[in-house]
C-alpha cells in the first residue's frame, strides 16, 4: 500500500483557512490527488479533512461570535470525524 501524510493541524485557526482558500469545496478523489494523497482509503482521508476543516471553522465562527453552545455542537462534529479516521490517516 502506498501512502503518504499530509502534514496539516486543522486546530489551528490559520491553518484552516488557508485549508479552505486554496481547496475550497473541492471534495474526493480530486481533493486527494491536489492532497497528494495515496494508497487505499485516498478518498475517505480528504474527505474527513475537508469535513473537519469546514465543522472547524464554523466552530471558531461561532465562537469568535459568543455561540458557544453552537461552537460545541460543531467542536463534537470534528471529534466524530477524528475518531472514526484510522490511525494510519495521519493528517
Known amino acids: 500500500m502506498n501512502t503518504k501524510s499530509v502534514d496539516l493541524n486543522l486546530d489551528d485557526e490559520n491553518e ?3 485549508f479552505l482558500a486554496t481547496y475550497g469545496t473541492l471534495k474526493g ?20 479533512l475537508s469535513g473537519y476543516a469546514w465543522n472547524k471553522h464554523t466552530a471558531i465562527a461561532c465562537r469568535k ?18 475518531g472514526r479516521m484510522d ?5
Open 87 to 91: 490511525r494510519r490517516d495521519q493528517w
Open 16 to 18: 484552516v483557512e488557508d
Open 29 to 48: 478523489r480530486a481533493l486527494a490527488n491536489r492532497l497528494e494523497i495515496t494508497g487505499a482509503g485516498c478518498v475517505r482521508r480528504a474527505n474527513n
Open 65 to 82: 461570535r459568543g455561540e458557544i453552545e453552537d461552537a460545541l455542537r460543531y467542536e463534537a462534529i470534528c471529534e466524530r470525524i477524528y
